[in-house]
């Protein structure tokens, strides 16, 4: 069993932001990412928490993304801003746009945000969620590494292409869902391939264009996406709303681009809010709000169902008070990191 | 074999046209619908071309929907158009709410049109395309009536639920998809029922929630989303923006408003639409639009790809020269439905 370490959540935030400082990430920059993992630790999302931290200073340690990048704002219609990331890491950028788009989307009744040269590494519904929380309907589209074959190909050519949505609730956390556009994540399949068992049939195909359960295989061959040709025509629209039509690279630029640190490649991200109150002609936000209320009590009241998102709510309802722990070989490496003592 | 009549497409237009005006369409309503009857035909998407005659007809005969709805347009706020089907069915709403939407959207950079109180009976891709022919990116979503089980779930409560994206080319129509949330149409499942051949395993369950290739269990128990709970997320999401959002029903409601007279349901749909060259800080449209034909590049690179649309754009070519045939037992219907001598 493997020895774990328990934190606080406020213990997770001080070691990612001293991991950070330590390694020459500026103070407004540490503090968003430490935002950002201590929000994944407290929801359970442990693949975008502490664990993420050797990757960011590996980024930095090789020169690719600037530390101390001061994100730009700029307006480019009276819908549309832009944060230009100045090459540094997307939470900064992304708080820094989260109010002009709000303020943007109340005005016009829809906006939307483009956030360009970044390095992403986290999950997208802390932004999706962020929105929310200013009673506004959010979607995200944000590109990657190139791991997964068009439809009928063989060869990598999407990224895994996550896509967020978030609709406000009244007394809950907002409904809100953060998905691959591939049918499984890249670490996924890197799991089985520590653990030796094969993968899932349809997650993935050799170099030869063969469906594969090997792992080894399928890092060497190309992802799927999930959903078949759908669910490719999702990741290609991804590539198109966070690629060109915001002045940035495809996945399979970006791949080309990356120097491989073992962080994130270089991207762009797109954030349509919009505000509900201005999209019904009534205006009544309370009859909006208590209407979606029934479409989901009618799902709950299937047996078998849960909203998406629940599992992080529920997590959050306990992390506060429990903490959360991580593996002990992690958190001895994050103290070096940090240049604290180690026990 | 069926035996087939040609018809050229001017010929389908009129006979829509004549068809719908026999039943007291309006002008304008029977314009509008005989232009998506005829768009469909010409694309070689049977199933939303002159096959969906008898089914708006019947709409119209059972009082169900007002033939000769008058569309009224309201501005929700600066960037949001709402029409008002006022009853009456898609294609007239759509065609009135193109043009505002259009013009919000290079003004504002996005914008968003929520049509409601319509009876929507064809494809999405003719509201994205006509928005492509602004030059705009387009994303258009629907629900319809229940019929797919939540994540988890065994029950119908969501639509088919498409949504459709148009990415405009130079020199090429838009690339556009326009894919149900359901892992198969409904009406792949009653061709199925009807040649007495077995569903393919992922497309239904049966009333008991167990997995079915039963075509007829199938229909009396819930089709499945495309990609499992991913698809289903989607499904959800399609609910939400054209339903809660826009003051719409959900699916579940429009089946309970039907009067199953085998027309389409009353519902709302949503469609965004962004001005691409204001989603650049460098704003030079010629250089997006090279960017994303290095995308499409190489997607068609690898073999066995096809860009989405392109059996659609292959059949435009030909139908204007070679016509279209329909079988003639519904050519002989439309005739008598259109009032005219049958042979």
């Known amino acids: 069993m493997t020895d774990l370490t328990r934190l606080t959540l406020a213990q997770v935030h001080a070691l990612a932001w001293q991991v950070l400082r330590a390694h020459g990430v500026s103070d407004p920059q540490a503090r968003a990412i430490a935002d950002t993992v201590t929000a994944a630790e407290r929801d359970d999302c442990k693949s975008h928490g502490l664990f993420r931290l050797p990757g960011y200073v590996s980024s930095v340690r090789s020169g690719k993304v600037t530390p101390d990048a001061v994100p730009h704002l700029h307006e480019l219609a009276p819908a549309i801003v832009q944060v230009d ?19 943007k989307a109340r005005r016009h009744g829809i906006a939307a945000l483009a956030v360009t040269r970044i390095y992403h590494f986290a999950a997208l519904w802390p932004e999706v969620e962020a929105l929310a929380a200013h009673d506004l309907v959010a979607l995200a589209f944000t590109a990657a590494m190139s791991y997964v074959a068009p439809a009928g190909g063989s060869k990598p050519l999407y990224g895994t292409n996550p896509m967020a949505f978030a609709w406000p609730r009244a007394g809950h956390p907002p409904l809100v869902f953060d998905q691959a556009s591939s049918a499984s994540a890249r670490g996924e399949i890197q799991l089985h391939l520590r653990d030796g068992t094969p993968i899932p049939a349809g997650w993935a195909i050799d170099a030869e264009g063969h469906p594969t359960t090997d792992p080894a295989a399928a890092l060497a061959g190309a992802q799927l996406p999930f959903g078949g040709y759908k669910g490719a025509a999702i990741a290609l629209m991804i590539e198109l709303l966070a690629g ?3 002045g940035e690279v495809f996945s399979f630029e970006a791949s080309a681009l990356d120097n491989h640190d073992g962080g994130p490649p270089v991207g762009g991200e797109l954030i349509i809010a919009l505000d509900p109150a201005r999209c019904v002609g009534h205006g009544d936000r309370r009859r909006q709000l208590a209407h979606a209320e029934q479409l989901f009590a ?22 506060p008070r429990e903490g959360i722990t991580i593996p002990r070989a992690l958190y001895e490496e994050l103290q070096r990191l940090a240049g604290r003592e180690t026990t």
Do not use: H, V
Not at 86 to 102: E, K, R, S, T
Not at 300 to 311: H, I, K, M, V
């Open 244 to 246: 060109a039509l915001i």
């Open 298 to 319: 009618n799902i709950l009241a299937q047996e078998g169902t849960r909203l998406p998102s629940d599992r992080r709510y529920a997590a959050r309802q306990r992390t």
């Open 85 to 103: 990331g100045q090459n540094g890491f997307a939470p900064l950028a992304l708080q820094i746009g989260c109010g002009p788009l709000a303020e």
